[in-house]
């Protein structure tokens, strides 16, 4: 490309149409022209940001690997500009054609890939010492960069919360799926085996009937009286439990019982031993003996049959009453509500991810209520816990403490795991700023959690940090509170902390 072609499609970019004949000669002067192959990456996800890129012909597309998954996050074409201007999308024309200042602007890296769509792209890179003079001697490019700056930011936010829904509903039906696992395996076989086990029981009493008399019948219904008035054992010894049922249905066998291995497991399971069945089904005749047997053995097997119900049953009512309250189901939006409800909602939903994680629970007693929007600090909580998790790596301690200050609630999220680096510390609640790797965070999060609770809430984050110690410190208004809670000035110790400035929206 001449430098007279390349100053005629420069001119005709709307992020220069302000500049003048001179500015318009320097930038030409300055202009590094690239042509790119279809597919070409122009830049990559996490790369240190060298430049500021115009799209000159042909068409570019940004992705981003998000969780394993690559994303298109939007497509730069000539022929889009032309498009966008009657479509009213709000999207400025002039974001089609170029890419790379935010994260120049922010001293970071690149946020996504950028690659060549087409068989023939040409881009002008401006290096980032040349952007900023760019800005300086340009005035009319920072014009026109603002808006389409302002625009990619919320836009990013917007699309951070929508994949939050979606992750934040992932994670529930994830954790809700993993919790009714056993509860509903445990209805299903006991609802598999009960028709059997119903059918064995009346066979049984008809053969008791049958052989016993009056007062043998008084001594089996004495000792199931004594069993329905049995406590649950409060402990059980997994060996000397295996022994009695051994001993019992030995015992059994030998007395003629066909199931004597279910009396064994019936009898063993409530605590006893054989020694206590002895003393109870004295009276019972020899010639008898084996049928009250049976009948005793399908009569606990239905009993712990109808108890594994009785048990799964309210399990299940618990996880769905915790999956509504998470999700704010069939509430209004704004409500009053106790914090504690939602850090322990919040536990259930993740409890499949905390496996090998102690859990502390440090609450204060009598809180008061909060107003708010439950839901949305619930992803705000799920959002701390899980960065928690990661930070373990599958082993430590996660401790929840919630306690008043004043007119505030302080809610912190404490872990024993890395920490994080002093020099990230200061820009985790940045936008599209992240300590993980390439492809497994959006650098939204904390961002996103910030905005929740200091915009939505009028509370305060903030983030103190060491290896072996990390608090994220959440500072918020109780219901009926006219006042906003800001983080107090730090007081000197052997941690970093960082609060974002009154009015940024740091990570």
Known sequence: MTRAELRTALRGLEVFAGITEDQLDWLVSVSRPQVLSDGEVLFRDGEEATGFHVLLSGGLVVTKVVDGREEVLTRHSTEEESAASEDHDGKPPAAHRFTGELPLLTDGAYVATAAASGPSTTVVAYPKEVFFEMLTRCHGVAAVLIPVLAWRIKSSEVQARKRATVEALGTLAAGLAHELNNPAAAVARAAQELAPALDRLTRTAQDWGAAATAAERSVLDRLTGELDALPPPATTDPLAQADAEEE????????????????????????????????????????????????????????SLAAELRAAGPRISQLVSATRDYANLDRAPEQRFPVTEGLENTLVVLRAKLDGISIVRAYEPDLPELTGYPSELNQVWTNLVDNAVEAMEGAGVLTLSARSEGVCMVVEVA???????????????????????????????LHLSYRIVTQRHRGSLTARSRPGETRMVVRLPFAGSAQSCVSPARTPDTALETAPAEGTSSR
């Open 248 to 303: 019992i249905a030995d015992w059994a066998e030998g007395a003629g019982a066909e199931r004597s291995g279910l009396l064994g497991s019936g009898v063993s399971d409530l605590g006893l031993e054989l020694g206590w069945l002895l003393e109870r089904i004295e009276g019972v005749g020899k010639e008898s003996l084996a049928r009250a047997l049976d009948h005793l053995a399908a009569l606990l097997e239905v009993r």
């Open 415 to 445: 872990d024993t795991g890395r920490g994080i680096p002093a020099e990230s510390l200061p820009r985790i609640f940045e936008p599209f700023y992240t300590t993980k790797d390439v492809g497994k965070g959006t650098g939204l999060g």
